[in-house]
């Protein structure tokens, strides 16, 4: 690879040696950019163009931050053996005050700013930063107290939210939920103060006439046969039509209020929108139909027209009341002197604009700035960086800025562009890239791709080439293509379609049935990958170089758009097949920590030492997993206490104790005399220590390391005890406090703790997001039923005039309803995005999902996050003979295992095998996976991890006799399982029984 000459290789020549041109690098995934931006640094400090403490390198997260300056202390050392004279002297000095360098998060770096000058940028000079959970629960409680005040004479828009339900995808329900999550969108974006329009509207004469058209309907779809099966599928609208017929008699607001909060469901509601058609040109006599049909869709129209005019209305109504809440959380926040990110960014951008004084001074004292990942920049920050770079101390307008020649330089990919929901915006991107061209600024871009092998690189190009068209209008990128530089392993594939095994439902293939079967298939392919394929990756070397291993679980990561969906854990299952085969694996930021089982046992038990009154606590803390007494001790000790489970109740008398369970009780009650000791003393000492003393007395530690997945299971707890630990090291006042605190964030986001350090082993989980600016050898896409995109825009941002229009509390403003289109156009180009993020992270192999018979999504299931990648996976009809797959199992010839009906014509699916693809010039190879040559249905099993576990030092026939004892228990197990669910008797009719006999 040092003898080939680089396609894009004059750009980064150009990128190394101009240090006096302003750059904007646009370079794709895997292209090196780090290194480049790395060797751009250091060849500016030896050339003197400007000193270690007057650089800074703005990155995306702190881990990036902390890696770049590791990899320019390494690049400084080895280009200090490499030069000499006055070019050494300053590589020597730059080393030596290395920690002079601002080399951080755009935030991080405001924070140090406002450090230095706190009386100009008017903050205490001792602010804390609000990290995200700590912001959240301070903004919660202002919202708390507000909803308290404002219930006794709440405003229009908050009794109109009081009457509507609510669930969100994340699980949170109710009108408080739906409230706090709208202020915490307005807070985000209360830099675009603009107030939203609000139509004139009669919401009352709206609501008569859409139940006058719900009631016109229902009396004429009442007129047909209770046999047809429209007439059964619209009972739902004459039902509602029967119940409210009367409901607007009364002429006060909190009727209006009552209805319109029914009808937004109703608009919703498959049984009202999904109607079957039904048999026969007529409906009922003298009605035809089709005029019933088209009343139907008439009213669906009408009353999704209605319920978007009343939403739009309620979403201003929300935005105006619920400033107070927006003033109360800045106020909350000036009392603890604390700042949230967003303060960061908006107080540093105020002091750039209004003080020249301090705008000279830092313009002088920062002479380069480099910044990665621009493409996820927001408008504040790229005012800020265009601020310091310009060489105007007048410059007040960011638009209009010169920069110095060779102080800015860029470094982006808009295909990579996917953290919309956190404010980034690609449009400014492009904007910033204009204005730099517009004013002599070179541009360049980096191809060669030095992460994936060459044929995924040209199977990706073939997917996102036709899709990546550069639609400014929908925010889409243009598609720069991967020029390969890696050699092929052609030893094994390196593109995989992973058949779901089960992918049908009653009748059709359904995403019920997807999310059911998939999780298992990819924890029995990646069983596969470890155990028995013998394939190796690789892994880069020192020097550039590369070496083959043999594949290990810390060289797979399962990529996921999403990890929460409705309230429930995506990945759970997932981890669950891993762990049935334990496979070692690393949940990075997943969603799931108030849902683990343990954790849930944990705060049962705490709520049981703070509340020993509470029986419930008491009762799940005495069976859970802590203690595990079963129900009949612990009822038999209640009825022995007069009726009671409590810690502080008196030991009954010997008498009146059940020999049969004598030794239990006693084990009971030391357990329940721990939590009275815990209970008294809780305090008096740091809340930790009680949860410890917990801990330490149940031996938890031991019994939570010998579960499957043991490691995670330890570490969430271990993390309420750090979590108690940060209660106590702030304004925890009380164990009680921490309890509550504990209870409150159950319906928070939070994530499971870490347990595994870089390069230890374990499969990664992770989202898409986390998993960006890293590269992983195998990479397998999961959870193919997400959307590309959302159905409803979330927001529309207008930077030019401060205005920020979005949903919130469900409702979305008019402005956003009348941009919907274009709005959903960008979500869904977003999601294209995400899906080039997600392929482009394999080194050797991607794994891609997807149903044998016919691609998924089909024309009825609407678009998903990976269906994008179906083009490379699925050859043209009629599908061609497939080739032997190298480094393969011998396959079978179906890539189904089960389908409603065998003799229902299906189409043929695609056959196990190797496929080649792709335009003339461009081939690339997919192989089918054969489903049947894999493991599935493995069951979790305590006893094997155990077994596993003290195998070491037991004797060897002992761990035998063991084993062969748990083999035998199970057997009997599951046949005692398969006798309990075969019917005792069984009933068939006599005609069945006659025909049955005629035949034999």
């Known amino acids: 690879m040092a003898m080939t000459t680089l396609v894009d290789q004059p750009a980064r020549d150009l990128i190394r040696d101009a240090l006096d041109q ?40 702190e881990k990036a931050a902390g890696e770049l300056k590791l990899r320019l202390r390494e690049e400084i050392e080895h280009a200090r053996g490499l030069r000499d004279g006055d070019s050494r002297a300053r590589l020597q000095d730059a080393l030596a005050h290395l920690e002079d360098a601002h080399v951080s998060t755009i935030h991080g770096f405001c924070a140090d700013l406002l450090r230095e000058r706190p009386v100009e940028a008017d903050v205490d000079p001792r602010f804390e930063v609000l990290l995200e959970p700590a912001a959240d629960a301070l903004r919660d409680a202002v919202v708390d107290q507000w909803l308290q005040e404002t219930l006794q004479a709440p405003g229009e828009g908050v009794r109109r939210v009081l009457r509507r339900t609510f669930r969100d995808e994340d699980g949170e329900a109710g009108p408080r939920a739906a409230l706090r999550k709208a202020v915490r969108a307005l807070t985000e974006w209360r830099d675009f103060s603009r107030p939203w329009r609000r139509d004139p509207l009669d919401r009352r004469a709206l609501v008569v006439s859409t139940l006058a058209s719900i009631h016109a309907f229902a009396d004429l779809s009442a007129r047909g046969s209770s046999s047809d099966n429209f007439c059964r599928d619209t009972e739902a609208i004459r039902r509602f039509s029967r119940l409210h017929r009367h409901a607007l008699e009364a002429a006060d607001g909190d009727a209006v209020d009552g209805m319109e909060a029914l009808l937004v469901p109703l608009s919703r509601d498959d049984a009202f929108t999904r109607c079957r058609v039904g048999q026969g040109l007529t409906y009922a006599t003298g009605l035809p139909r089709a005029e019933v049909r088209a009343q139907h869709a008439a009213l669906r129209q009408s009353l999704d027209a209605a319920v978007a005019a009343l939403d739009a209305d309620l979403a201003v109504c929300l935005q105006r009341e619920l400033q107070p809440c927006l003033a109360g959380y800045e106020a909350a926040k000036q009392d603890r002197g604390a700042l949230d990110f967003t303060d960061l960014l908006m107080r540093v951008r ?12 830092f313009q002088q004292r920062y002479r380069r700035l480099f910044v990665d990942e621009f493409q996820d920049t927001d408008p504040i920050q790229a005012e800020i960086l265009l601020l310091l770079a310009s060489g105007r101390t007048d410059d007040t307008d960011w638009t209009t800025v010169m920069p110095v020649p060779g102080k800015l ?33 070179t541009t360049c871009e980096l191809r060669t791709c030095f992460r994936s092998v060459p044929t995924l690189q040209r199977a990706i190009n073939h997917v996102f080439a036709a899709v990546m068209d550069g639609d400014r209008e929908a925010a889409q990128a243009s598609y720069v293509p991967l020029e390969p530089v890696r050699a092929e392993h052609e030893a094994q594939p390196a593109l995989v379609a992973l058949p779901v095994p ?19 298939a990819v924890g029995a392919y990646v069983d596969w990958l ?41 990945t759970r299952a997932y981890v669950e097949a891993l762990e049935a085969r334990q496979v070692p694996h690393l949940l990075v930021g997943g969603r799931s920590f108030h849902d683990r089982e343990e954790v849930d046992t944990l705060r049962a038990a705490l709520c049981a030492i703070e509340w020993p009154d509470d029986e419930l606590s008491v009762y799940a803390t005495m069976r859970g997993g802590l203690f595990a007494f079963p129900d009949h001790v612990l009822l038999a000790y209640r009825d022995a206490h007069d009726g009671r489970l409590n810690p502080f ?72 005890v750090e979590l108690a630990r940060q209660y106590e090291a702030g304004d925890g006042a009380s164990f009680r406090g921490f309890v509550q605190q504990f209870l409150d964030e159950t319906h928070i986001e939070a994530a499971e703790s870490p347990i595994l350090e870089e390069g230890t082993d374990g499969v990664r989980i992770m989202t898409v997001h986390k998993a960006k600016g890293l590269e ?81 999504p089909g024309p009825k299931h609407g678009e998903r996050w990976v269906g994008v990648l179906n083009a490379a996976l699925y050859p043209e009809r009629p599908y061609p003979v497939a080739g032997v797959a190298e480094g393969c199992p011998a396959f079978g010839r179906d890539t189904v295992m089960e389908r409603p009906d065998e003799d229902a014509g299906h189409p043929a699916p695609v056959r196990p095998g190797r496929y080649t693809l792709g335009p003339v010039g461009a081939l690339f190879d997919v192989v089918w996976w054969d489903p049947y040559t894999l493991h599935l249905g493995a069951r979790l099993s305590f ?58």
């Open 22 to 61: 302003t750059l904007v690098v646009e370079a794709a995934a895997g292209t090196g950019k780090t290194t480049e931006l790395v060797a751009r640094m250091v060849n500016t400090l030896a050339e003197g163009r400007a000193r270690i403490g007057e650089i800074v390198a703005v990155t995306f997260t």
């Open 350 to 361: 105020d002091l750039l604009r209004r003080d020249a004084g301090v705008r000279a001074d």
């Open 409 to 441: 330089f860029i470094v982006g990919d808009p295909k990579q562009a996917i953290y919309r929901f956190r404010r980034a915006d690609v449009d400014t991107y492009w904007q910033v890239r204009r204005q730099l061209m517009a004013q002599g600024a």
């Open 502 to 520: 089960r992918p049908y439902g009653p009748r059709n293939v359904s995403g019920a049935a997807i999310e059911a079967s998939l999780p298992d």
């Open 530 to 570: 470890l155990h028995q394929s013998g394939w190796t990756v690789s892994e880069r070397a020192p020097g550039g170089g590369e070496t083959r291993v043999p594949i290990q679980a810390r060289h797979v990561a399962i990529l996921f758009r999403r990890f929460m969906s409705w309230g429930q854990d995506v």
């Open 649 to 720: 109740a008196p030991a009954p008398p010997i008498s009146a104790i059940d020999p049969a369970v004598s030794t239990d009780q006693t084990d009971l009650a030391e357990a329940l005399q721990l939590l009275a000791t815990l209970h008294r003393r809780r305090n008096t000492v740091p809340v930790q220590d009680t949860v410890q003393a917990l801990l330490r007395a149940t031996r938890a530690h031991a019994g939570l390391a010998l579960r499957p997945g043991g490691e995670q299971a330890l570490a969430n707890v271990l993390h309420v």
């Open 776 to 856: 992983f050898p195998v990479v397998i896409l999961g959870d193919i039923t997400c959307q590309l995109g959302g159905r409803l825009p979330s927001r529309v941002v207008d930077a030019t005039q401060g205005l920020c229009v979005q949903t919130i509390a469900h409702c979305a403003p008019i402005e956003l309803v009348e941009r919907r289109d274009a709005e959903v156009a960008r979500d869904r180009a977003e999601g294209l995005r995400l899906a080039y993020v997600a392929a482009t992270r394999a080194r050797d192999l991607l794994v891609v999902p997807a149903v044998g018979d016919d691609p998924y």
């Open 943 to 1000: 006893g094997r991890r155990q077994a596993a576990l003290i195998e070491r030092q037991a004797p060897e026939e002992r761990v035998r006799e063991g084993l062969e004892a748990v083999d035998h228990w199970t057997q009997v197990h599951a046949a005692r399982l398969a006798l309990g669910v075969r019917p005792s008797l069984q009933v068939q009719r006599v005609t069945d029984a006659a025909r049955r006999g005629s035949t034999e």
